[in-house]
Nanobody, 123 residues
Framework: QVHVVESGGGLVQAGGSLRLSCAAS????????MGWFRQAPGKEREFVAA????????HYTDSVKSRFTISRDDAKNTVYLQMNSLKPEDTAVYYC????????????????WGQGTQVTVSS
């Protein structure tokens, strides 16, 4: 089992950048694929980005491609989401998810979830 904790959220102006971090407990972080999801007020949780074990492949939802980058540092048990050119519509609570079996791209998946970190982008 793995426990994940997100950090790095905050308030930023449109066009700005933030880097989210997700720190995982346990000694087998490298065996988990990791993902980021977000949930805006009044909306369903949606997939944002994911990275396979060892970082061999990455996946993004279309709305963040070329603006967001997911990466992982297995030595630090941490996955990152670099968010550039932020837009007001990126405002949401961002969640980290870990999964030992599949790349976490399903918002309803049976993943290990964090508590979330708020990202607010002002116009």
């Amino acid at each position: 089992q793995v426990h994940v904790v997100e950090s790095g959220g905050g308030l930023v102006q449109a066009g700005g950048s933030l880097r989210l971090s997700c720190a995982a407990s346990g000694h087998t972080f490298s065996s988990y694929a990791m993902g980021w999801f977000r949930q805006a007020p009044g909306k369903e949780r949606e997939f944002v980005a994911a990275i396979s074990r060892r970082g061999g492949s990455t996946h993004y939802t279309d709305s963040v491609k070329s603006r967001f980058t997911i990466s992982r540092d297995d030595a630090k048990n941490t996955v990152y989401l670099q968010m550039n050119s932020l837009k007001p519509e990126d405002t949401a609570v961002y969640y980290c998810a870990a999964d030992p079996a599949v790349v976490p791209i399903s918002p309803d998946g049976n993943h290990y979830w964090g508590q979330g970190t708020q990202v607010t982008v002002s116009s």
